[in-house]
Structures are given as C-alpha cells and as structure tokens.
C-alpha cells in the first residue's frame, strides 16, 4: 500500500513565525502535492512538484514556499505565518498522469 | 472559474437507500474521473475512478456512471450505510502531461441515517 505520512497532525504556531510541514512518500512517486482544506471552500493546491527541485505554482502559492531535494520528501514552507493560514494541509502524491492520488492524513495548522 | 461543480451540497439519506453525487466539469480535455472519500480527520482515499471510454464502472455498492456528451458524471452508493457517512469529492485531469493535476469539486457532506 502506498504510505503519505506528515511530520505533525497538529501543529499551534505565532503570528510571523517560520513554520515547515513535511511530507514522504513510500511509493516512488514522481509527483507530490500540498493541498489547504477549509470548510466550504474544499481542497485548494498550493503547490505541486513533478519532479525533484521542481515545483509549480499551484492555485494559492500566495505566502507559500516549498522545496524538494529528494524524490521522497516534499516540504511546505511558511515563511512568516499569518492568522489567515490557519487550516488543514493535506500533501499527496501520484506516479503516472491520469492516475489518482494518494493523500496523507493531514496537518491541522493553528497560527495565533 | 469553478471547473469541477459538484451537486447537491449536502445529502441525507436513510440506511438502505441510493445516495447520488453528481459533477459536472467544463474542460473537454478532462478524461480521468475519480472520487474520493474523506473521514473526519482523516485525508481523502481514493474510492473508484472512471475514463470516458466507459459509461458506467461498479466496485461493489459504489457505481460511477459518465456521460460525455453532457460532461457529467455521478456517483451512486447503493444500499447505503452510516459508515458511508462522510465528505465525497470528485475529481478531474487531462491525463496527459508528466504535469497534470487534479481539479477537485468543492465536496458535499452525505449523512446515512440508521
């Protein structure tokens, strides 16, 4: 089975603090998501990456940075954290076009 | 510009009945379909997914149907149960493209009364 794991469920930062969230992949997967989940508004990407120290622009890049030195490992950057950030971050990855994604459980972010 | 429209926004349904999700999509290069299913506090998994090459693809109670012409495709649960209960979200991608990503519906909330 494909295996997504987050560093943290729950995570409570300040206002203007640097927080990362990281994210791995088991699978070998080329490609690697970070989505934000909020209530009405359903899963917004962030960012992506195709490949290792590639990345896209996702929908809401906005107050966001990411980075990717190895295949397996896709971390989401929050350079100075505002109270607007708060949200739940959903990372996920995929191999082949045109195939599903495999999502991890999630980080429940809580910027005060 | 909402490119994946999913209705209704929220289902109820009695144990035992047909819950039916349906999405629309604008973009004609669209031809992977998946939906997913999400728990609370849990991240969305990957239920049953379908190309346009078919019209209907069943996985035991969970059924997608397509309909290319009209760019829709629904998602029945037969028999439904209260561990149905959850958020279910469809998806959509060009399936071409070392790139492509998803384009997710914004979800809806189905409740499967006992």
């Known amino acids: 089975d494909v295996k997504v794991t987050q560093s943290s469920r729950y995570l409570v930062k300040r206002t203007g603090e640097k927080v990362f969230l990281e994210c791995v992949q088991d699978?070998?997967?080329?490609?690697m998501f970070w989505y934000r989940q909020d209530p009405g508004l359903g899963l917004r990407l962030i960012y992506f990456s195709y490949d290792v120290k590639m990345k896209e622009k996702g929908d809401i890049p906005e107050g966001y940075s990411v980075s990717r030195e190895k295949k397996e490992r896709f971390s989401l950057i929050l350079e100075s954290a505002s109270t607007n950030q708060t949200s739940m971050y959903l990372c996920a990855s995929k191999t082949l076009p045109g195939t599903g994604q495999y999502f991890g459980p999630g980080t429940r972010l809580t910027v005060l | 510009q909402q490119q994946v429209k999913q209705s209704p926004q929220s289902l109820i349904v009695q144990k035992g009945g047909i819950s039916i999700i349906n999405c629309a999509y604008e973009?004609?290069?669209?031809?992977?379909f998946p939906w997913y299913q999400q728990f609370p506090g849990k991240g969305p998994a990957l239920l049953i997914a379908?190309?346009?090459?078919?019209s209907e693809k069943k996985e035991g109670r969970f059924t997608i149907s397509f309909n290319k012409s009209a760019k829709q495709f629904s998602l029945h649960i037969m028999d439904s149960q209260p561990g149905d209960s959850a958020t279910y979200f469809c998806a959509a991608s060009p399936r071409a493209g070392a790139n492509s990503k998803l384009t997710f519906g914004k979800g809806i909330t189905l409740s499967v009364r006992p």
């Open positions: 973009n004609t290069a669209f031809d992977y």
């Open positions: 699978m070998d997967h080329e490609n």
């Open positions: 379908i190309r346009p090459d078919v």
